[in-house]
């Protein structure tokens, strides 16, 4: 569980997030949406420890992410928007790397290395370096470093963005269960069709400010039922 | 024209631009001004003594020249190796380059464009060498008006051909590097290779230079004008055309070398730009391409080994300073260079004898003497060594990592402290092998030397990590930018060479302190207070800057 209590951030003078409040709850699929320039990944990057919170708080499972924040970031696993990090690291170094810092055996290290990057795909590419993997590739082996250490909740910032069909199907499958287990998933997207299909609940961010937040049935009864969901969120992200 | 100008014009702003830098380092480039205005005074004096002994002393035999001559032909060097580093690092590390190919510009243009930033490091090197020391000739020889313009041209122009030829040079090692498999390697490979050339090429020259024939000949050519000059400037025509133009300002002859030199500066340039627009883009596109293996099965459990998270994080650490071609280049050869050259310098005394005696010469003095110069020597080194002022801004975009990771701030830097006193090792034992092996070093000595450099590479590590966590450059699209524009490397040198320079000075004034034992005691105790306070410092800048830094 994410609990984000009267958060405000501001870049030199701009507010990116302003009083949000804001509550993930377990077992349920959460998507985090708005537009571009809303305030998604500040919000993401606060609750990893990214960035520091100007005003509020932010717990994960209870633990405040100020100030116990080793604690907290046991229990999350981040995939960022950008997956370009360590790029001289070969895949199967970074994914080593992972396993150390969280402290996973070698032989369940093996085990699930070997499942999560065949069923992503990228086996054959990991004694490569990830610089010269694709953008897909890089995304795929930042996930895998999240599954491997198998954390309960699960923070992605548009994830599904790079990502070819299959894989896209796959990572959205494992979501679904990880929830269906009674963990958090939190992500981020534009894709609508995402949303639809996926989630569970929604909050729609717009300008810093919370929009909306509701299950998808709730969403469309607050509108006339028979609109799609793209008028939805154009209407709710509308500058007044 | 116009567009190749704008291209320049981007190129530069993306390395140098002042934007973007806090006021903390703004006001930092102030102190440093201020700092250097004494420390030029001071050096400006020595080279006035220097040019003034030897200007006198060769004018009488109408030999004055030859200090010019060695001017010429020491500059020449020192752009080639300027050249060396620049071009390489503008040309075939900066990755900026696949950005502007998609727009229609030609290949001379981009090759002008990052011509650029090479050429602002050389006008630099030539600037604080050059301009002094022609000037110093000027006013002891009572030039002429004249004389100072041509000067000022020959500043202009003379790097113009160590860079092009370096350039031309380069462009053709790597039109093949870029054939090879594993390109981040043969990258770093080609450039080696260009620097052992480079020195080589010294070699040649020294060799030329046998000191004998050269006493026995130099009765000779002293008794002729010019001689001397002749023979300094032998290998390197435009030395000599500079020398003539200068010497002969006054004459048409003079007008005549500078033209010389001008018109075969402008055909180095031609050539340069048609090699480039043939090589540059068949030896840069592609070359940022890393080496590709398959993995087959069961070769997983071969590569999965846990290790602390420590061990982890500094593997992590040297993984990415060896396989980065920048970071390669700029900390560990830049590391070994010194100890490189020192170890060239000394090898060729040491063939003629000179230094075969400097063993038995430093057991004679046995006291502090020996150890104080080492030492501050070691330090000098360790303390230019990027490895620990790179620390945090190495990591550029993957630094979030550190802050959404479950490790520790202290274990994060901690590990990066480490990977810079391993890099210093480097150093160190080429210098250790040094000491024992040529120079002779008594071992009462090497001991203290080497514990006391211990001792200093964690200091040092542990200055440039706190000035680098204090105010890092991460943004950066290029790892180039990690190094260029950013004066943190004075200022570590400024603290380091600032605090302990001062207690060598002082050590070295007291006269009832004459023991190797008892300075190297103090020594270390000195360094372990230094290591205490910066210790201190570096935790109180990870409780305040860590998580602020992105
Ligand atoms: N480093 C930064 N410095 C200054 N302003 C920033 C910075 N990062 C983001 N912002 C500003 O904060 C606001 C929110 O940005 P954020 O990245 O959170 O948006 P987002 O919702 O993730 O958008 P997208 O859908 O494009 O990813 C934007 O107005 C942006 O301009
Ligand atoms: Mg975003």
């Known amino acids: ?240 | 024209m116009n567009k190749t100008f704008r291209l320049i014009r981007t190129m530069l702003k993306m390395q140098y631009s002042l934007a973007g830098k806090s006021s903390g380092e703004k006001i930092g480039y102030v102190l440093l001004a201020i700092f250097l205005i004494p420390f030029s005074g001071i050096i400006i004096s020595v080279l006035n003594s220097i040019v003034e002994t030897l200007y006198d002393q060769l004018a009488p035999s109408g030999n004055e020249n030859a200090l010019l001559g060695l001017l010429f032909v020491g500059m020449t060097i020192v752009l080639l190796f300027v050249s060396l580093s620049s071009v390489l690092s503008s040309f075939y590390f900066a990755e900026d380059i696949e950005g502007f190919i998609p727009y229609p510009f030609h290949p001379y243009q981009l090759l002008a464009g990052k011509a650029a930033a090479p050429f602002i490091n050389l006008y630099v090197t030539s600037g604080v060498l050059m301009v002094p020391i022609l000037t110093l000739y000027g006013i002891h020889s009572g030039a002429g008006f004249i004389y100072y313009i041509y000067a000022l041209l020959l500043f202009l122009i003379f790097p113009v051909i160590p860079f092009t030829m370096m350039a031309i040079l380069l462009m053709f090692f790597m039109r093949f590097a870029n054939i090879a498999k594993n390109k981040d390697r043969t990258k770093v490979f080609a450039g080696l290779l260009t620097f052992v050339f480079i020195i080589g090429f010294n070699v040649i020259i020294r060799l030329n230079q046998n000191p004998e024939q050269t006493a026995e000949g130099a009765a000779q050519l002293i008794q002729q004008q010019n001689g001397l000059l002749n023979i300094i400037t032998g290998m390197i025509p435009t030395a000599y055309f500079s020398t003539m133009a200068l010497q002969n300002a006054k004459a048409l002859n003079g007008l005549f070398f500078l033209l010389l030199l001008l018109a075969l500066s402008v055909g180095t340039i031609f050539l340069f730009l048609t090699a480039g627009q043939k090589l540059y883009f068949k030896g840069v596109l592609g070359l940022t391409a890393g080496s590709t293996k398959k993995f087959n099965s069961g070769k997983v459990s071969k590569k999965i080994k846990t290790q602390p998270v420590f061990l982890a994080l500094l593997l992590k650490e040297l993984r990415i300073i060896f396989r980065t071609p920048t970071f390669f280049m700029q900390i560990v050869v830049q590391s070994l260079f010194g100890p490189v050259f020192l170890v060239v310098i000394l090898v060729f005394e040491s063939s003629s004898g000179s230094i075969g005696a400097l063993g038995s010469m430093l057991e004679q003095f046995d006291g502090k003497a020996p150890l104080l110069l080492l030492f501050i020597l070691t330090l000098f080194i360790l303390g230019v060594n990027p490895a620990s002022y790179s620390s945090i801004s190495r990591d550029g975009r993957s630094w979030p990592a550190n802050l959404y990771l479950p490790v520790p701030a202290k274990t994060v830097i901690f590990s990066k402290v480490m990977t810079a006193w391993l890099i210093n090792l480097l150093s160190i034992i080429l210098l250790a092998a040094v000491g024992l092996a040529v120079i002779q070093m008594p071992p009462a000595l090497f001991i203290a030397w080497i514990i006391l450099t211990f001792l200093a590479s964690w200091f040092t590590s542990l200055v440039g990590t706190s000035l680098d966590l204090n105010d890092p450059k991460l943004n950066w699209t290029d790892e180039q930018e990690v190094f260029k524009s950013r004066f943190i490397s004075l200022i570590a040198l400024l603290i380091e060479m600032g605090t302990f320079g001062f207690i060598v000075l002082l050590l070295w004034n007291i006269d009832s302190l004459q023991s190797l034992w008892m300075t190297s005691l103090l020594l270390a105790l000195l360094l372990t207070i230094a290591i205490g306070i910066s210790h201190v410092a570096l935790r109180k800048l990870i409780g305040t800057k860590f998580l602020k830094t992105r």
Request: proline share 4%; with cysteine.
């Open chain 1, 1 to 240: 569980m994410i609990t984000i209590k009267n958060v405000t951030k501001e870049y030199a003078g701009k507010t990116a997030v302003k009083n949000l409040d804001l509550v993930v709850p377990d077992g349920k699929i959460f998507g985090f949406l708005g537009p571009n320039g809303a305030g998604k990944s500040t919000t993401i990057k606060m609750i990893t420890g990214i960035l520091p919170i100007d005003e509020g708080t932010i717990t994960v499972n209870g633990y405040d992410i100020a100030s116990q924040s080793i604690e907290a970031k046991k229990l999350f696993g981040y995939v960022p928007d950008s997956p370009d990090i360590f790029l001289r690291l070969k895949g199967i170094e970074y994914l080593n790397f992972i396993g150390d810092i969280f402290d996973i055996p070698k032989d369940i290290r093996k085990e699930k290395i070997e499942n999560l990057t065949k069923s992503f795909g990228i086996y054959e590419a990991l004694d490569n370096h990830i610089q010269t993997y694709s953008h897909g590739m890089r995304q795929k082996i930042v996930v895998s470093g999240v599954l491997l250490h198998d954390p309960d909740v699960w923070i992605l910032d548009e994830p599904l963005s790079g990502l070819d069909p299959k894989s896209s199907y796959t990572l959205k499958e494992m979501m679904r269960e990880h929830a269906a287990k009674g963990n958090t998933v939190f992500f981020s997207t534009h894709v609508l069709e995402v949303v639809e299909q996926l989630c569970d609940e929604v909050a729609i961010i717009n300008k810093g400010k919370l929009q909306f937040r509701g299950n998808m049935k709730e969403m469309k009864e607050q509108f006339e039922a028979d609109e799609t969901l793209e008028k939805v969120f154009l209407e709710l992200t509308s500058n007044e």
